[in-house]
C-alpha cells in the first residue's frame, strides 16, 4: 500500500501546526508591543506568591472536581476503572495537553487511552469524552446566563457587555438545542434507516451512549453541578491571578463575563488558545473596566501547567509517546 497518503496527512498537519503556532507567537508579540503584556509586571507577580500558590492548590481542586465528572460518566456506562488509575490518566492527558505542541489536546490523549484501555467498550468510553467536554460547555455557559440576569442591570449600560451576554445565551441554547436533537426517537430511527453513512453502526451505538447519559436526570444533574463549580473555580483563579498583579476584579462580574472568553480560549485556533484566550480576556476585562486581562490569563495559564506536573511524573514512569497518541486511531 502506497505511502503517498499518509505522507500527505503528515505534511498537511504538521503545516496547519506550523501555522497555528506562528499565529499564537504572532498574537502575543502584539499583545507584548501594545503594552498589555509587560514582563516586567508578570514577573512581579511572584512577588504574590501566596496568591499563586491558594490559585493553584484552587486549580488541583478543579481538576479533581472534573476527574469526578468523568468518573460519573463512565460508571454510566458500566466501565469499571480504579480511582488510582483514571487519576494517572487524566493528569497526564492534562500535562501532555497543555505542554505537547501542535494539535495534541486533552481530550485527544484522553482519547488514545480509551482505545487502549477500553477495547471491548471503545465507543461507550470514547462517548464519555464527547459528553464531558459536552456538560462542562454547558456549565460555563450556564453560569454566564445566569450570571448576566443577576447583574442584568450593568449588562444594559455596555453595548459590548450586552453582545457578551447574548453570545453567551446563544451558544447555551444552541448547545441544549443540540442535546434535544440528539434524544429525539426520530434522530435514532435516521441513523438506523442510514446504512450506507460510513461507520453507521460506530455513529449510531455512539448516539445510544452519549444518550443514556441525557436521560439520566441524577447523571444530568451530578456532572451539570460539578461543571459549575469547577468552572466558578477556575474564574476564582483567574480573579486571584489577576490580584497577584495588583488589581482586584469583583468574582460576580468576572463570573459573567469570563466564561464567553473561556469558551473562545478552548477553540483550536491556537495551540492551547495561547495568544486567543489573552485577547478574549482583555477584551471582556476592559468592558468591565478592568487592566491586565491578558496578563491574568498568562499567569493562568503558568497555573494550570504547575497544577499537571503530577502528570509528568505518570508520563516518565510510563511507556506512552507522543508518537503513539499522534498515530493511534482515536475514532470511536
Known amino acids: 500500500m502506497s505511502k503517498q497518503p499518509q505522507q500527505r496527512s503528515r505534511f498537511r498537519r504538521s503545516a496547519v501546526n506550523a501555522i497555528k503556532i506562528c499565529l499564537a507567537v504572532g498574537l502575543l508579540v502584539y499583545l507584548i508591543r501594545s503594552g498589555l503584556l509587560e514582563p516586567k509586571r508578570l514577573l512581579g507577580a511572584a512577588e504574590h506568591w501566596p496568591i499563586l500558590l491558594a490559585a493553584l492548590l484552587l486549580s488541583e481542586i478543579r481538576q479533581f472536581l472534573f476527574l469526578l465528572r468523568w468518573r460519573v460518566l463512565l460508571d454510566v456506562q458500566e466501565i469499571r476503572t480504579p480511582l488510582w488509575h483514571m487519576i494517572k490518566v487524566y493528569w497526564t492527558s492534562l500535562f501532555l495537553g497543555l505542554m505537547a505542541p501542535g494539535g495534541i489536546g486533552m481530550d485527544t490523549i484522553r482519547s488514545y487511552f480509551v482505545v487502549r484501555d477500553y477495547k471491548g467498550a471503545r465507543t461507550k468510553a470514547f462517548s464519555t469524552i464527547v459528553f464531558d467536554r459536552a456538560i462542562g460547555l454547558v456549565g460555563l455557559l450556564c453560569l454566564g446566563v445566569v450570571m448576566g440576569l443577576v447583574l442584568f442591570r450593568l449588562v444594559m449600560q455596555s453595548r459590548f457587555l450586552l453582545i457578551i451576554w447574548l453570545m453567551t445565551v446563544g451558544v447555551f441554547f444552541t ?43 441524577s447523571t444530568l444533574a451530578v456532572t451539570l453541578l460539578l461543571s459549575i463549580i469547577g468552572n466558578i473555580i477556575g474564574i476564582e483563579v483567574l480573579v486571584l491571578c489577576s490580584q497577584a498583579l495588583d488589581f482586584h476584579p469583583e468574582l460576580l462580574k468576572a463570573l459573567f463575563a469570563v466564561p464567553i472568553a473561556f469558551l473562545i480560549n478552548s477553540m483550536p485556533i491556537t495551540p492551547g488558545g495561547i495568544g486567543v484566550g489573552e485577547g478574549a480576556v482583555q477584551a471582556v476585562y476592559q468592558a468591565l473596566g478592568y487592566q491586565t486581562g491578558a496578563e491574568s490569563m498568562l499567569i493562568m495559564r503558568v497555573v494550570l501547567i504547575a497544577s499537571g506536573l503530577p502528570g509528568l511524573f505518570f508520563f516518565l514512569r510510563g511507556k506512552l509517546t507522543l508518537s503513539q497518541i499522534k498515530e493511534s486511531d482515536q475514532s470511536p
Open 175 to 217: 448547545a441544549l438545542f443540540g442535546m434535544l436533537i440528539l434524544n429525539l426517537k426520530a434522530t435514532g430511527k435516521l441513523l438506523d434507516r442510514a446504512k450506507r453513512l460510513p461507520l453507521q453502526g460506530r455513529i449510531r451505538r455512539f448516539r445510544e451512549a452519549v444518550v443514556m447519559n441525557i436521560r439520566r436526570p
